[in-house]
């Protein structure tokens, strides 16, 4: 079967269009004169609540969006962070055996880019106080584990999270603890 004629679909795109517009004016034209029939302070009363009603609607569709962007954003921030610390703790506890892989170099990279596109400029300043100190600090230096345990806390409150009632070191200590036993925990304030 061929398919219709570009003349023809532009042709029936216009008389529907016509029919649409002929239709919202007829049907205006109803309830204009319904309207004008009415007491004014009742055509008042009901316009208002017509608009009233078309703001709601509105209000609600939009909370609605919004509602899902904002979810969309949470996951895309999670995702990201999760594949950051993932790939830190890998560099981190191969660097204490001096054999971060190019594989994990890309995955570090990779997360990092991910962390521009979505993490807010506070994680983002800590990623990079964490990617200075990591050639600067050997893996279990107290001021790289500080500085990851920061990172974290930043990035849990950027998800909603609270990280107040946990002592300091905890989230690395946690983090850390089965790759590497040998390490003492952070030394608490």
């Known amino acids: 079967m061929r398919p219709p004629n570009k003349a023809l679909q532009v042709i029936l795109g216009l008389l529907l269009l016509v029919i649409l517009i002929g239709g919202i004016y007829l049907v205006s034209g109803e309830v204009f004169s319904l309207l004008s029939s009415l007491d004014h302070q009742l055509a008042v009363i009901l316009v208002a609540t017509l608009l009233a009603s078309l703001a709601v609607a509105f209000g609600i569709r939009r909370a609605g969006y919004i509602s899902g962007v904002q979810h969309y954003r949470i996951e895309k921030k999670a995702e990201s962070y999760s594949r950051l610390l993932d790939a830190w ?90 790759r590497d036993n040998n390490i003492q925990p952070i030394v608490r304030r």
């Not at 991910?114 to 107290?142: G, N």
């Not at 790289?144 to 946990?166: F, H, K, N, P, Y």
């Open 89 to 178: 703790f890998r560099v981190l506890s191969r660097q204490r055996s001096k054999s971060v892989s190019d594989k994990v170099g890309v995955e570090l990279d990779v997360a990092q880019q991910q962390i521009l596109l979505w993490a807010t400029p506070q994680v983002i300043k800590i990623a990079l106080q964490v990617q200075h100190l990591r050639h600067q600090e050997p893996p279990e230096s107290p001021l790289l584990r500080s500085a990851v345990e920061q990172m974290i806390r930043e990035m849990r409150s950027d998800l909603g999270q609270s990280s107040l009632s946990l002592p300091e070191g905890d989230l690395v200590d946690l983090a850390f603890a089965e």
